[in-house]
């Protein structure tokens, strides 16, 4: 099946820094997704984003899909930032159907 | 609205017990999920439901159950706990099973997670 991997692993940021979080993954993919997951356990979507650049306040996100990675940016980071971000992806190649997640990438934003 | 709902929360189970883990969403999605994280790790899906009326395996279905009650209910059986299930559950939805339509209707929503622990 697609396998995705995301680097670093962990992160420690200085409130105010920007930051890169990078997701690969190793087929062709119809649907991504960045999650975040708070420390208190609750994922939250970020951003839908196949293809293409969005921007969300201070979040950001670029899909290269004949690259086959994506990048989400985190500016001017805030305590509340900490956390866990996932990216997930979908190929419709694949038996079954499912969001597949890699492992993740741990924040940790301090004052 | 309320969006995902599981429950319990929390559940700590013996070796051998068995157990069903409720979700429902109102967003009157037609596709439900239930993953597994494991600590450090991303999520797996175990079950899926595209539609009401269909339920498929996931990555890791062993040892467990699905049904998918109606449109809103997807629950998820433990039918003889082990040791090896001890993780955090989470139920999620989206109004699509992943691609086309619109952008928006393959995002996924999640609950707030179940943390089962089995001795």
């Known amino acids: 099946g697609i396998q995705v991997e995301q680097s670093p692993p962990d992160l420690i940021l200085q409130e105010g820094a920007n930051s890169t979080l990078r997701c690969n993954f190793s087929d062709s993919v119809n649907n991504l997704q960045w999650f975040h997951q708070n420390p208190w356990g609750q994922l939250i979507n970020l951003f839908y984003?196949?293809?293409g650049t969005k921007q969300n306040g201070r979040l950001s996100a670029t899909t290269v899909a004949t690259e086959r990675y994506s990048l989400l940016y985190i500016s001017s980071s805030q305590t509340t930032d900490s956390g866990v971000y996932f990216c997930?992806?979908?190929?419709?190649?694949?038996?079954?159907?499912?969001?597949?997640f890699g492992g993740g990438t741990r924040v940790l934003v301090k004052p | 609205n309320a969006g995902v709902t599981q429950t319990p929360k929390f559940q700590v189970l013996k070796t051998g017990q068995s157990m069903t883990l409720q979700c429902a969403q109102d967003?009157?999605?037609?596709?439900m999920y239930w993953y597994r994280q494991d600590p450090g790790m991303g999520l797996r899906l175990i079950y899926y439901?595209?539609?009401?009326?269909?339920?498929d395996k996931g990555e890791v279905p062993n040892g467990y159950n699905v049904s998918r009650l109606n449109k809103r209910e997807f629950s998820l059986r433990l039918e003889s706990a082990a040791p090896s299930q001890t993780s955090v559950y989470f139920c999620?939805?989206?109004?699509?099973?992943?691609?086309?339509?619109?952008?928006?209707?393959?995002?996924?929503?999640f609950g707030a997670g179940s943390r089962l622990t089995v001795l």
């Open positions: 997930a992806v979908y190929t419709i190649k694949a038996a079954g159907n499912k969001l597949t």
């Open positions: 439901s595209a539609s009401e009326g269909t339920t």
């Open positions: 999620a939805s989206s109004e699509a099973p992943g691609t086309g339509a619109s952008a928006g209707a393959n995002v996924l929503t």
């Open positions: 967003m009157n999605h037609n596709s």
């Open positions: 984003i196949p293809s």
